[in-house]
């Protein structure tokens, strides 16, 4: 209370109030008077003391100032009692012989002598959101906290370790920056050294719940706590750790594990028994099994919604133009993959993860890994005639092409069937007869760009093919053949020699 001093409207029989400059204290003298309201503030002039008694006729009345809640008469006995002060400046519990003065800035209520008066604060709950039901109940949990927790406890109880990216030649951690060949050193690192609810805490902030995808390798896995090597799978290893140890594992969510098996040369897929030479590839097979998000055009399964955003720019039509060039593109997918790759990365697309060299095509790039890094080389046998390919594609395409015999594109003049659109637009200029192709020395015409490539050899003098008997030389294979079979009576398949 500080400030000048006005008129307080007292009812009874009330003397004057005596203000002295010299002393802190105010002194009121009220007999036999009963103080109802004061209904506005009593200024006092600075300084201010910390506390200004106002002290009375009646018994045990003491008005402490800086009070902001209410404070409540205890017994005498009890000099350590506590007193709670509600957030709700009006809330006054009864108490016996409480003594209440409004008109202040709180509720101040009489206490008894020589008693301790302690404050505490009171921590404010959440509140309670209604359920389906309208009953109150506990805040939800988040998808990315139940995400947290099911990755806390699978690192914890297992030997099950993430992976962050592989960039064709080493896998790197997912905590750290370290990179390793073999995923079993990663496996031995992540184990000795990121074996901690933080790390998980840390890795988890980064993540958003659209893109989210755990990549966790469970080669050779077992349970940890009890040593037990007989589960196989991802959900083998949540049944275990909740009915034998009772881990709390949230299974409400939608599955963003995605387990690999490493053993050997080739990947193979830990659900089915299909084979890749790439990590990349099997990543993208592995949206075939856990399609938790579904395009509702072609009915194609992702694993992650922002995957399946990404797809479905694939089903738009219309015509969109590039920012850099005159090309016009189908759908924004096409025309975002051309801008990366001929204005951005200069029509070097393909980045080595070990040096960051680029290169035009991914056959380059193999080949760069091969030689400066030391990759192994890929060999792949085709199991239905042990022919060897050195890529995935190539043998893909043998075994549909020889083995399944598929072939979808069908020629509608001769109904011959190719696997390939390339093979079948090749075929169709037996029908057509089109000449698109022409020599620039003599203007001559021809069908396909390889016939006029072989054409061009006749002004090069390129006589590459030779005779075995006579040494001649011929510029075109069939030519060559023609000569072995009718001047030297000899088969067109022996072994071929050039200049």
Request: charged letters at 25%; hydrophobic letters at 30%; one cysteine or more.
């Amino acid at each position: 209370m500080s400030g000048d001093i006005k008129k307080i409207p007292i009812y009874g029989d009330v003397k004057k109030m005596i203000m002295r400059k010299d002393n802190k204290n105010a002194i009121v003298q009220i007999p036999n008077a009963t103080v109802k309201r004061l209904s506005v503030k009593i200024k006092r002039p600075a300084p201010v003391p910390d506390i200004v008694t106002a002290i009375s006729k009646m018994p045990n009345i003491t008005i402490m100032k800086g009070l902001s809640g209410t404070i409540k008469r205890m017994p005498t006995k009890n000099r350590t009692a506590m007193v709670t002060i509600p957030r709700n400046k009006t809330a006054i519990t009864a108490l016996p012989n409480v003594t209440v003065v409004k008109g202040l800035s709180d509720c101040i209520s009489r206490t008894a002598p020589n008693t301790i008066v302690k404050t505490v604060l009171v921590k404010k709950t959440p509140k309670k959101i209604p359920n389906k039901k309208g009953e109150k109940g506990d805040p939800p949990i988040s998808e990315k906290h139940k995400h947290c927790t099911n990755l806390e406890v699978i690192l914890g109880s297992s030997n099950a370790t993430p992976i962050r990216s592989q960039d064709g030649f080493a896998y790197t951690c997912c905590f750290c920056n370290e990179s390793y060949v073999k995923p079993a050193d990663l496996k031995t690192h992540t184990m000795m050294t990121h074996n901690n609810s933080s790390d998980v805490s840390e890795f988890m902030k980064k993540q958003r719940p659209s893109a989210f995808l755990l990549k966790l390798d469970i080669t050779l896995l077992k349970c940890t706590l009890c040593d037990e090597s007989t589960i196989d799978t991802v959900e083998g290893l949540f049944n275990h750790l909740q009915e034998e140890h009772k881990k709390i594992l949230f299974t409400d969510v939608k599955n963003h594990i995605i387990p690999f098996r490493f053993g050997g040369d080739q990947l193979q897929c830990a659900i089915c028994p299909n084979v890749f030479t790439k990590y990349k590839i099997l990543l993208e097979h592995m949206h075939t099994h856990y399609r938790n998000y579904v395009c509702d055009i072609c009915n194609y399964g992702f694993s992650t919604r922002r995957a399946m955003l990404n797809h479905k720019e694939s089903h738009k039509t219309g015509t969109y133009e590039c920012s850099q060039c005159d090309k016009v593109f189908e759908n924004p997918q096409r025309r975002r993959t051309h801008l990366n790759a001929v204005h951005k990365f200069m029509n070097m697309p393909h980045r080595c993860g070990v040096c960051n060299e680029r290169f035009k095509s991914i056959r380059l790039k193999d080949r760069h890994m091969i030689k400066v890094h030391g990759k192994t080389p890929m060999s792949l046998t085709c199991l239905a005639c042990d022919k060897i390919f050195t890529s995935q594609n190539s043998l893909r395409i043998h075994r549909k092409n020889y083995h399944l015999m598929e072939r979808h594109y069908q020629c509608k003049e001769c109904e011959m069937n190719f696997f390939t659109n390339g093979q079948l637009k090749n075929h169709m200029v037996k029908h057509t007869g089109r000449k698109d192709f022409q020599c620039d020395v003599c203007l001559k015409w021809f069908t396909r760009k390889t016939v006029l490539r072989e054409h061009m050899r006749i002004h090069a003098n390129d006589r590459r093919f030779t005779c075995l008997e006579c040494g001649r030389g011929f510029v075109q294979k069939c030519s060559w053949r023609g000569h072995m079979r009718t001047v030297h009576g000899l088969k067109a398949d022996k072994a071929l020699s050039t200049t």
